[in-house]
């Protein structure tokens, strides 16, 4: 027996199983009968020579082996839709749907950019997908994400990255913060202030974490949150100080609900990208959402509406 004897029906199912947990699931997911389901699965077991499901408890997750299989099958999947997309760009149509990962922190600049671009490609359709760095990597290493828009590149994937504009970060404060006025602030005054931190995951946690070790620091944390929305309104309720992209204040700077401490060191300024799998090419849909955010990504940048001395 060989792979290259294998079909999409049983990849399919053989991913269907793995996304549901279990066959009678996958069975309804693609709307056959349970035992069809079991056939495709032994069938493409036979030609694999090896299991590939096992239980853990109530739920049917897939051996080392199926975990190969199913990383085949996904860049077979990619492959078919990119092939597709190439075919109706041949024919002259200017369509297709593109998957676009966003960090969670760029959804200040993404929509409106993605909203311009429609309107000049108004036969490609958009796919969003919203989460913070760990989860858009996934979603591109596992082919669910064409393109991402997220700051540093990864190492861990074999990407191409290209930059959209500069992403400043600074330290936010209450208006009436004992340190909020002074110059020059030596990172050291921060060591026992109380932060308010993006989860591990999130590439805004990672930079300040790096940031504190560059400066020797440790300061406490008094939570731990998933939105940089509910960030901002806890430090606007004076229950800490908070790391965070310059990009999400740009308001409340401006208007006074609070300011930028201006830490030595501070602004770290490091770019937006726009990501994609060095191993797909891109296909014409996603090489015009490519080009339009190198173009014009930039100008959809948030202004700071206060930035610290020397920004």
């Not at 077979?76 to 990119?82: F, P, T, V």
């Not at 997309?85 to 002259?92: D, I, P, R, V, Y």
């Not at 310059?246 to 770290?268: F, Q, Y």
Request: aromatic share 4%.
């Amino acid at each position: 027996m060989s792979l290259l004897n294998v079909s999409l029906r049983q990849l399919r199912a053989f991913q269907a199983v793995i996304r549901t947990g279990s066959v009678t699931r996958a069975a309804g997911e693609l709307h056959v009968t349970p035992p069809a389901v079991t056939m495709q699965l032994q069938q493409l077991q036979e030609l694999a020579g090896q299991p590939l499901l096992e239980r853990h408890g109530n739920e049917t997750v897939a051996t080392d082996a199926g975990r190969e299989i199913l990383t085949a099958a996904e860049r077979i999947e990619a492959a078919i839709a990119d092939c597709s997309a190439m075919l109706s760009s041949l024919a002259g149509a200017e369509k297709g749907t593109v998957s676009i990962g966003v960090v969670s922190t760029a959804k200040y600049f993404a929509p409106q950019a993605l909203a311009a671009f429609r309107r000049l490609h108004p036969g490609i359709s958009l796919r969003l997908t919203v989460g913070n760095r760990a989860e858009i990597l996934k979603g591109l290493q596992h082919f669910a994400i064409d393109v991402a828009i997220m700051g540093r590149p990864p190492l861990e994937l074999d990407v191409e990255a290209e930059v959209i504009g500069d992403h400043p970060h600074l330290i936010v404060a209450p208006p009436d913060h004992p340190l909020a006025g002074q110059r020059d602030i030596p990172a050291r005054l921060l060591a026992e202030e109380t932060f308010l931190v993006r989860e591990p995951g999130s590439g805004t946690r990672g930079l300040m974490e790096r940031f504190f070790a560059k400066m020797r620091i440790d300061p406490p944390i008094a939570m731990q949150i998933d939105s940089n929305e509910t960030i901002k309104q806890a430090v606007i309720a004076c229950l800490g100080i908070s790391f965070i992209s310059g990009h999400t204040v740009g308001a409340e700077l401006a208007d006074g609900r609070m300011v930028a401490l201006d830490v030595k060191g501070l602004p770290i300024v490091r770019q937006w990208y726009v990501v994609h799998l060095a191993q797909r090419r891109p296909v014409p849909a996603v090489r015009a959402i490519i080009d339009f955010l190198l173009e014009r990504g930039g100008s959809f940048l948030p202004s700071i509406g206060q930035a610290p001395h020397g920004a």
